[in-house]
């Protein structure tokens, strides 16, 4: 294997031990409430990571792309939710997977997507299993109880062909703006309303086998989740800036980071010049809303991964970052000769990820011990 130093630029970097720990702590919560875990996939895209994700105390593993729930299938994992709004388009894709021995579930929000993929799926000769989005916060998507449209969807599901009624779902987005408390309420007030929600598709004569609820910061601070058969958590493997901004790591728990050389020096502007830019680390600026802004990503001693205090990647373009102080204070340009490597945490290990193709894998003082490939696409 090439060392750190070897690599080309920019590479991402994925710490095994500080992401062994971060899932480990997760089945510990898990445990702690009583109820499994069905990882969310679309954070690693990698069939390796995903066999950790489900090594213990997992039903299955969560996809936003059908190209994960084929990389996924492959790699020797069948349960499978397929958890973004389900189209027409998807149904023989989907049927490809349950010919090849995969159980899939797809979410659904609406009654006539519902009935859509009823035409499609009956046209193909397939039967789809449909979980219902509910919304309980107003975050994102799925239906309000209070909607009529709530009703008519099952209904829907009920009777049209080609359609399985699977259960029910709802995604606890809104605790990423939270503080530890109101996570929690936000974790019962959705466990509430899933069991209300329950009660009602009751009295339709469906029976929900699935109670599933979403999000890593809501599950880490829930006091009970009785009642719910799954937790969706994605993030938690990999962690990120704005995770550690928000209480729900801290900054030594990212495992991964954006390896980049430095390609200037400008002393008399107090700068360095890094390739890795907006298309490398995302141009998501999400910890600019929290009290420890750090731009566009801090920057890391490149063997060690240790951050080097008051160092930021400040300014992007596509394909370069600006490095200087948080602070306004001089840059420790010792650190930085040309030519050298740093690392850069993200602020969001999703978005950054995703422009890449493999994970160059570290533990530890061992250097760079595996390369593990992504899947990108839909």
């Not at 502007?269 to 990503?297: E, F, M, Q």
Request: charged content about 25%.
């Amino acid at each position: 294997m090439a060392n750190i130093e070897e690599l080309s630029t920019p590479s991402l970097i994925l710490d095994k031990g500080i992401m062994q720990r971060n899932i480990d702590r997760m089945v510990a919560v898990s445990e702690r409430l009583g109820v499994p875990l069905r990882p969310h996939g679309k954070t690693p895209k990698c069939a390796v990571i995903g066999r950790k994700l489900t090594a213990k105390n997992a039903l299955g593993l969560t996809v936003s792309t059908l190209a994960e729930a084929e990389e996924y299938f492959e790699g020797g994992i069948s349960d499978i939710f397929y958890a973004v709004g389900i189209s027409a388009d998807k149904v023989k894709r989907i049927q490809q997977l349950q010919q090849a021995g995969a159980e899939i579930k797809c979410l659904v929000d609406h009654p006539e997507t519902a009935r859509q993929v009823s035409a499609a799926a009956t046209r193909a000769g397939a039967t789809i299993n449909l979980v219902i989005e509910i919304d309980v916060d107003g975050y994102r998507a799925g239906v309000s109880l209070e909607d009529p449209a709530f009703l008519e969807l099952a209904k829907n599901i009920r009777e049209l062909p080609g359609l399985s009624f699977a259960g029910i779902m709802s995604y606890g987005g809104a605790s990423y703006g939270c503080t530890s408390d109101e996570a929690c309420a936000l974790a019962e007030k959705h466990r509430q309303e899933l069991l209300k929600a329950k009660s009602r598709l009751a009295g339709l004569g469906l029976e929900c086998g699935v109670i599933s609820f979403g999000s890593t910061p809501a599950t880490l601070h829930a006091k009970t989740m009785e009642g719910v058969t799954e937790l969706r958590c994605g993030i938690y493997a990999f962690q990120d800036l704005f995770q550690a901004a928000i209480g729900a790591c801290a900054k030594e728990d990212i495992a991964v980071s954006v390896l980049t050389t430095v390609i200037g020096v400008r002393k008399d502007i107090n700068r360095v010049v890094v390739d890795a830019g907006g298309l490398a680390l995302s141009k998501d600026l999400s910890t600019a809303k929290t009290n420890d802004d750090a731009g566009y990503g801090l920057v890391c001693d490149a063997e060690s991964g240790l951050i080097i205090d008051d160092v930021f990647i400040d300014v992007t373009s596509q394909e370069l970052g600006l490095i200087t102080t948080r602070s306004g204070g001089p840059l420790p340009f010792e650190k930085f000769p040309v030519g050298s490597k740093v690392r850069i945490l993200p602020n969001h290990a999703d978005m950054t990820a995703a422009a890449y193709e493999r994970y160059h894998v570290v533990d530890g003082d061992a250097g760079i011990t595996d390369v593990w490939e992504r899947k990108n696409g839909w």
